[in-house]
């Protein structure tokens, strides 16, 4: 008896016991980047055959869900793709010691370190797989159809709606414009129109007058019928929705989503229409779009602090990050491979315009957009809005009272950690 | 003939059961001493006990610790995940979700979503049991009759019972959306545009309730069925030798001894109703705005899924929830304990 006893615990802690050597990493995928990736992964573990990589593919709801669950219990991946960088950096490792060099980390990805480390820390804790900017994306071809000169780069939100409701109109095409059911999208239009959301101190203040007029505007063009009221109506709480399907379907005249969506709609689109990146439109403050994207990290909990940096000096790597970069059609992070020059792996003229556009776009992203990616709060702030513009959208509560309730909402929070 | 043919075929069967028994009564005698020895130490009552015991430590395990745990987050404070990164609280969480100025108007209430979520749920549960149970019955009075492909009809009724709820708001999503099949549908026959019936309130309620019935109603229709199939027929010849109308004999011989399953099926019907979940949630997300946010979902979205995660209020509304789930439960059980007594009598 003593022997099974002891066998099932032996068994018991082989299971939960990484081998030496063993690096897991959980990976999600928007498009092609996860081919990309296992690719990359594969060659570095031939090169590498003391280091075994296993990539665990799960879905982005898993990250967003469960990871911080497995996070808090201990467990988890050695290394991690994710979004809530800042969220949870209390759980990523500081690669600092384990490094080959950590200065090269520093030059190349220090402008989004803040994004994924605990506030006032130094450490090194991964790298962004991808710059990501907020945007516009318009249907050139009803554009061209409807007789309508596409709104030029100056061009403000109002004048967009205008152009979009009349293409729309002329095209007998059901929506004008959308965009994506998320605070973080919100976010660039309310500082366009002057909106800020974090104190001198840099603690979160009441919803002010510039995210006001654009929440206004916003439900305003909703109930008027120039933008798609579907989106926001179709999902209660923080649910995210894209309208990414009905600009792919023609449907939509003016999408305002984000980089991401260009090898989507590479692939998905193709030949079907001419569409075009435009930048983010103008408030009466700027002209800003909401910085982001994805990153890589490491994991605290590791039991291999040294193989897991093998593998992220290698990701990181500047011909490693260039072809990842150039393959999945993403805007890379690190500055050699900026300065370097990429050459995006499309024949599809659009793709290659449209990534410029965003390049173009990003001289224009605000001091306040830089640093909501790095603030504690933004996400709080986020869950707030597009609760509360929801329910305005859809009739439940007045502008008012939606004003009233994200105030609510984000100090209880912020009392809550007190 | 035959029974001798019988007997030579009993003949190895018995042997193979004498075979079977062989290590079955091996077993039997290995533990029947240390039963015995258990048993006089501990009397008839200990013996129970002892039986009961793997199903109540299962129980245990995994319905009264979770409760207890429960319980325990509904008293804390925070968004981390964990009892011992969080912070006591006492009772906060309860008073925030009873502190309003009036309870008929959410908006006025700390917790808006509770209450709204807990206003969509009473209304659904309304609507919804009573159509349920009026479908079901028709269903079963229909299914009950000579009618031709009777056992086909029984199949295509209760086959969506048999659906994974989720599947079963994905297929229904696919069909409403606005580009779905019955905008095609209808637009192909009609000339009708396009429609957003998954975003117009009315329309998405209609939707959630509908589709609710579609998926549960060949369970409870099939409850109904058969205690249409008890009921003693030479009880509808008298009637008919009477001369009595179909609706009297609905009412008076029918309806009261259909009784006791209409019961069962209204308090299961509540029950499911209150609980409603998978395929509103697949179907409709919860919108348009809040109009299809269910309790669940509610304490879903707080516990798990929002950027506003609040694990110690999730745990509140479902401590409350599971008080509502208690009632009705009991209530089932002195339903089934008075048919109980008036088939005895």
Known sequence: MRKVILAAAAMGLLSSTAWAGDVRIMWYSDGVEGQVFHDLIDRFMKANPDIHVTIDDVAYGTVKDQLPVQLAGGNGP??????????????????????????????????????????????ITGFMTQITLTGGFANKTLFDQAGVPLPDAKATWNDWVAAAKKVADNQKVPYAIALDRSGHRLTG????????????????????????????????????????????????????????????????????????????????????????????????????????????????????????????????????????????????????????????????PQVKAALQAFVAASTTTSPEALKLPGWKWSDTYYGALVTRVSQAVAGEISLDDAFKRIDSDVAAKVAEAK | MSNRHEGKEALPASRLSGLMMVPVKAVMQVVDVPLRAWQRLTGLTGMASFFLLPNMAVFGIFVLVPFVIN?????????????????YVGAAQYRDIFDCRSYLD????????????????????????????????????????????????????????LLSPVVVGLIWRWILQRQGLLNLVLYDLFGFEPYSWLTDRNAAFAAAVGVTIWARVGF????????LQAIPKDLYEAAEMDGTRRTRVFFRITLPLLMPNLIVVLVLGLIRSVQVFDEAYVLTGGGPGTSTMYLTQYIYEKGFASDLRDPGLAAAASILMGAVLVVLTLVQMAASRRNEKQGER
């Open chain 2, 220 to 227: 409870f229709a099939l409850i109904l069925l058969a205690g």
């Open chain 1, 189 to 348: 239009p309310a500082l366009s129109y002057g909106g800020s959301y974090m104190d001198a101190a840099g603690k979160p203040m009441p919803i002010d007058a510039g995210t006001k007029a654009f929440i206004t505007d916003f439900v305003k063009w909703n109930n008027d019928g120039a933008a798609s009221k579907d989106v926001y109506v179709s999902a209660a709480g923080t649910t995210y929705r894209a309208a990414s399907e009905d600009f792919i379907n023609g449907q939509l005249v003016y999408y305002y989503s984000g980089s991401w969506q260009i090898p989507n709609f590479a692939s998905k689109i193709g030949n079907a229409f001419d569409w075009v990146a435009t930048g983010s439109p103008c408030g009466p403050a700027t002209c800003t779009g909401m910085p982001g994207g994805a990153g890589l990290v490491a994991v605290k909990a590791t039991k291999n602090p040294e193989d897991v940096a093998k593998v992220m000096d290698y990701l990181a790597s500047t011909p490693i990050a260039k072809e990842f970069a150039e393959r999945t059609l993403f805007l890379p992070a690190s500055k050699e491979v900026i300065a370097g020059g990429l050459d995006f792996k499309s024949d599809d």
């Open chain 2, 106 to 161: 959410p908006s006025s209430c700390v917790e808006d979503g509770f209450w709204v979520s807990a206003r969509n749920t009473a209304l659904f549960v309304v609507v919804q049991v009573t159509l349920m149970i009026l479908v079901a019955l028709i269903t079963a009075l229909v299914l009950n009759r000579e009618i031709i492909g009777r056992s086909f009809w029984r199949a295509v009724f209760f086959f969506p019972v």
């Open chain 2, 71 to 87: 319980f325990v987050y509904s008293m804390t404070g925070g968004s981390e995940i964990f009892l011992a990164q969080r912070f």
């Open chain 1, 78 to 123: 050695d290394i991690a793709r994710v979004t809530a960088l800042k969220a949870l950096s209390q759980y990523w490792l500081d690669m600092t010691p384990y490094l080959k060099d950590a200065d090269f980390w520093v030059k190349n990805y220090g402008d989004q370190a803040d994004w994924m480390r605990p506030d006032g820390s130094k450490a």
